[in-house]
């Protein structure tokens, strides 16, 4: 019956494609290996692309020529998919080494701008690294403990009846991957005293689950929401998260303006807010194409048809399944977000597009940036922490739980989560040990490996739902595997 429904989904998919004229935009094309004829001839060629390279001033011959590779990773993945916009960088002991700016053909063309080295975009879950990160400052000065109640911070945080501590809430431990309620981004606003402390009350409310540490459950929006309400107390100047991270983080860095969470202080201003490009959904054909049937075939047959970049891995294909055959399960409902008339953001472009999503400030899923940035501040972990965190304070953020890794539920496989709550492990399935950090949906990569003290980061404007990021680990491949020729 499986093979049958794969099938039946890939037919329909050719019968549509045959009928459309003209070729489609190739920016929603994701070329699918038993139909690639048919494929061709619906999306035709790339269009090009214009890629622009920062080489760092300290680069030698190996670093140059491994810029030179990542160049000609994303100039062919651009030109290929016709990816409006993407940037990739890399930091290797705290100094800018590679840093390449990609447009498609089209988009240069539109814009009149070869490689825009301002374009801003929605990094979503690459924002739980900052969201990390600020705990661990406030940790590190002593603020907060990873391994004391919450209720220490928050007298009325009910969830785990005052067993729940922050460990469990940046491990996604908490039981709350979803809320009692739909997220509607009117509820979130609360801009007002009163608005954040009807939030909060509501907030602390919430029924779990399960109780605290006992199950591991990917909290994709939630844990932001949590977290924010947990830094206000905390902070003894009262700020939000948001605000906390461009005063603590971007302004020590040098990045403001290069960064924001929010339209709130410090934040996204209108002119910031500008430079977002454009986010591009994959198209119905690509999801019906070269997604679907998949959610039914075997794994070995899956991974005969299709091709090394759009075969999924079984846990991502159970990801899917979990939500586009079960609307109302918990993992559907941990990523389901309304705009302020309750009409629900159907995808990541829905939301990436939408300025209402970008300026509420949701610290687990909303922040604005560029890879360069995120690469910057990836290096700061990579090399021990300062000027943001001491040694000490480094080494408790990435404390892990001694029966780690555990099964995420939400994720549908083993993850190691830190006490700061980056992955310590996620992309070690992909061949990267000892990279840390997280990705966000879309495609966004912002890892860091303190062995080799570097830091690496992607963002794209193509988003594809992939849990499995394919085209950063690629470029990062092309990355190290140009450094290690060139010490050969």
């Known amino acids: 019956m499986q093979l049958v429904m794969a099938v039946v989904a890939a037919a329909v998919y050719a019968l549509v494609a045959l009928s459309v004229a003209p070729p489609l935009d190739p920016a929603h094309c994701v070329a699918l290996a038993p139909l690639a004829p048919v494929h061709a001839a619906v999306c035709g060629g790339g269009g090009g692309a214009q890629v622009a390279v920062t080489v760092g001033a300290a680069a030698g011959a190996a670093q140059r020529a491994a810029a030179g590779a990542v160049a000609a990773a994303v100039r062919a993945a651009v030109a290929g998919n016709g990816e409006a916009a993407a940037r990739v960088a890399v930091y290797a002991d705290g100094e800018l080494v590679v840093d390449v700016r990609a447009v498609s053909g089209g988009a240069a063309a539109a814009t009149g701008d070869d490689a825009p080295d301002d374009d801003l975009f929605v990094v979503f879950s690459c924002t739980k690294v900052l969201e990390s990160l600020a705990v661990a400052i406030l940790a590190d000065r002593g603020f907060l403990d990873y391994d004391a109640p919450i209720t220490d911070v928050w007298p009325g945080f009910a969830p785990g009846n005052g067993s729940a501590t922050l460990a469990h809430l940046m491990r996604h431990e908490l039981g709350l991957p979803a809320l009692d309620r739909t997220l509607s981004l009117g509820w979130l606003s609360a801009s007002s005293d009163s608005e954040r402390t009807a ?133 559907a409902r941990s990523i389901t977000i309304a705009d302020s008339a309750g009409e629900r953001l159907k995808s990541a472009a829905d939301m990436a597009n939408s300025p209402e999503f970008r300026a509420r400030g949701l610290t687990s899923a909303a922040g604005v940036t560029h890879a360069r940035a995120l690469a910057k501040i990836g290096s700061v972990l990579a090399g021990g922490g300062a000027p943001l965190l001491s040694p000490a304070g480094l080494a408790a953020a990435n404390a892990v739980r001694d029966d780690a890794p555990r099964f995420d539920e939400g994720f549908w496989r083993n993850i190691s989560y830190s006490a700061a709550g980056w992955g310590m492990d996620r992309f070690a399935l992909y061949g990267l040990p000892d990279w840390e950090g997280w990705a966000g949906a879309g495609g966004a990569v912002f890892i860091w490996n303190r062995k080799i003290n570097t830091a690496f980061a992607y963002t794209p404007s193509l988003l594809l739902p992939r849990l499995k990021k394919v085209r950063g680990t690629r470029y990062l491949r092309a990355y190290l595997d140009a450094l290690d020729a060139a010490a050969a």
Do not use: K
């Open 199 to 331: 939030l909060a009350e509501t907030l602390a409310v919430q029924m779990p689950m399960s109780a605290p540490g006992e199950r591991t459950f990917y909290h994709a929006i939630t844990r932001g929401l949590f977290v924010d309400e947990i830094v206000r107390r905390a902070d003894p100047h009262g700020r939000s998260l948001a605000h906390f991270v461009q005063e603590e983080i971007a302004a020590p860095l040098g990045l403001v303006g290069e960064l924001a969470i929010g339209d709130g202080p410090g934040g996204l201003t209108p002119t910031l807010d500008a430079r977002v490009v454009t986010h591009i959904p994959p198209h119905i054909l690509t999801l019906a194409g070269t997604y679907l049937p998949q959610l039914f075939l075997p794994r070995g047959l899956a991974r005969a048809l299709y091709s090394d970049d759009t075969v999924l891995d079984g846990f991502e294909a159970d990801f899917m399944a979990s939500i586009v055959l079960s609307p109302s399960s918990t993992a």
